[in-house]
């Protein structure tokens, strides 16, 4: 009996260590499974997250161009403005003789009117003094 026992025992050991090597084998598959899931995930968002990345970039690049634009524009207006404000400062200094003429005017006119008001003055109190007389 006990030689009977042993073959058999012999082949459930057998088919025990076949079980346990399909079931690591099954066991492996599943890890390679969840590995590979997971470097497809992993390496989609890598992916996502270069071409974010190059977007990001080329949204840069259209602003600095743009503003690139709008700088050259402005420099084009300061160097009008430039150019119109020294034209004026040209203008105001061809005009100054007149202005000076205009000053030395108004001073005239001013002692001119002081010498008309004296002269009222003088001319009411000559009349009063010949109605009085």
Not at 14 to 22: F, I, M, N, V, Y
Not at 99 to 110: D, L, M
Not at 111 to 133: C, G, I, M, P, W
């Amino acid at each position: 009996i006990f030689f009977r026992t042993m073959p058999q025992e012999h082949e459930d050991m057998q088919h025990a260590e076949e079980e346990k090597r399909k079931w690591e084998s099954s066991q492996e598959a599943a890890k390679k499974a969840i590995l590979e899931h997971a470097f497809e995930s992993v390496s989609e968002v890598v992916q996502g997250e270069v071409e974010l990345y190059c977007k990001d970039l080329q949204l840069l690049e259209n602003m600095n161009t743009i503003m690139a634009s709008k700088y050259a524009t402005m420099c084009q207006s300061g160097q009008h403005a430039k150019e119109a404000l020294g034209d004026l400062q040209q203008k105001y200094q061809d005009l100054e003789p007149y202005f000076a003429q205009v000053e030395e005017i108004n001073r005239n006119v001013e002692q001119l009117e002081t010498v008309v008001q004296s002269l009222d003055e003088y001319t009411k109190r000559l009349a009063f003094a010949l109605n009085a007389s």
